[in-house]
């Protein structure tokens, strides 16, 4: 039995204009969003993420394709049929009410009791700890407090599935962060399914179950943050998650030495952990700034370079490194136990531990 929030989008597509020489905004997309999971979608502005949440909702009708929660097929529903609610960018609360009378609205809307109303604006009031501003307007509250209010009325009709639409974009950084925490707390809490959008990377690792990380109208990968960032299946997606080096080389499988990386241009052979998957002849390898390490003294599967540039910043400090086939990586060195910096025009030798190493095709 599938649990009545679960969200299944089937081979979606949806065009806006009839004109074919415009990509669609979305091109069949397909991914099954689970009761009670944070799900965020990321990618940058203009691949398809409002789009694919105004579908969930019912504000934009699909091309083709199919969308089903709680496996009941919802194309034709509209909006206010669906057990869903958005919360927007915006907030969109309404100016000449207080927050209590913000919150009820949804209440009234939906037909609820009217004697059981004030007791459900109370128990909203608490989860987003609000109780002592309940009577004020919203132009009298902060940003954060104005989205506070914003999802409690959302939350209000107690949907089986919230949609978030890029709903810290108007605050300033610290309010956001502590507004991330709120807004994980409330989804646990509530116990419901929250399909969040945003382009920010770090916010959708910090506060996701599972991230779709989008492109263009698709979907390239859909995982955990952990697989997201340590697995990338596509250039696209390690790049847009965080920073990462790419050189192209050749691969070859060695009976002795298992799975060999030789970078275009240089004499160096790097072994690479690539278990079952072992491909041979062109390809890319891909690591993060963190996961190398600078040592000597060289050995003969080490990079070589020449330091060009050295940023400090805080925790640890990033050189770029100039390697003899002029290609240039970022490696990270962690200032722990207040190591000192390695100075500009220094030789350095850098390990590429093999579980350091991605390979990606060319
Ligand atoms: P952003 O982060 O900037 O909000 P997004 O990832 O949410 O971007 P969408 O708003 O879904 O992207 O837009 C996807 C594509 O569809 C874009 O190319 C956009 O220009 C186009 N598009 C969106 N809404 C409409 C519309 N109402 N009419 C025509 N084209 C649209």
């Known amino acids: 039995m599938k649990h009545t929030s679960t ?4 081979h979606v597509s949806k065009r806006y204009t009839d004109d074919l020489e415009v990509s669609p905004a979305l091109d069949d997309v397909s991914v099954t969003i689970q009761h009670n999971e944070f799900f965020t979608l990321l990618g940058p502005s203009g691949c398809g993420k409002t789009t694919l949440l105004r579908s969930i909702a019912g504000f934009e009708q699909v091309t083709s394709g199919d969308i089903r929660i709680g496996g009941q097929r ?5 909006p206010f049929k669906r057990r869903v609610n958005t919360v927007f960018q915006n907030y969109a609360l309404f100016p000449h009410m207080s927050v209590a009378e913000n919150i009820a609205f949804g ?7 009217r004697g059981a109303i004030p007791g459900r604006v109370k128990e909203m009031l608490a989860l987003v700890q609000m109780e002592h501003l309940a009577k004020r307007r919203p132009a009298e509250l902060s940003g954060g407090q104005q989205q506070r209010v914003a ?11 919230l949609l978030l639409d890029e709903p810290l974009s108007a605050l300033d950084l610290k309010l956001r962060k502590e507004m991330q925490v709120e807004l994980k707390r409330v989804q646990q809490e509530a116990g419901i399914t929250f399909i969040f959008v945003t382009h920010d990377q770090e916010e959708a690792l910090t506060l996701s179950d599972r991230i779709a990380v989008m492109s263009s109208g698709k979907i390239l990968q859909v995982g955990s943050p952990n697989e997201i960032y340590e697995r990338p299946q596509h250039r696209f997606v390690a790049h847009f998650i965080g920073d990462i080096n790419f050189l192209p080389g050749n691969l070859r499988q060695c009976p002795q030495n298992g799975s060999l990386f030789q970078p275009e241009g240089l004499p160096v052979e790097i072994p690479c952990n690539l278990g079952e998957r072992a491909n041979s002849g062109k390809m890319q390898l891909a690591f993060r700034p963190e996961r190398s390490k600078l040592v000597e003294p060289s050995q003969p599967h080490h990079l070589r370079g020449v330091i060009e540039a050295v940023l400090y910043v805080g925790t640890a400090t990033l050189y770029q ?8 990586v970022m490696l990270r060195e962690s200032n722990e136990g207040g190591s000192s910096a390695r100075a500009v025009g220094s030789q350095v030798a850098v ?3 093999p579980h350091a ?4 095709e060319a």
């Open 74 to 78: 919802v194309n034709d529903l509209p």
């Open 321 to 328: 490194c100039r390697l003899p086939n002029d290609a240039k």
């Open 7 to 10: 969200i299944e989008v089937q």
């Open 151 to 161: 999802l409690a009325r959302a939350l209000a009709p107690k949907p089986d599935v």
């Open 351 to 353: 390990h590429l531990p």
């Open 107 to 113: 209440l009234e809307m939906q037909g609820l009791d």
């Open 357 to 360: 190493c991605l390979l990606m």
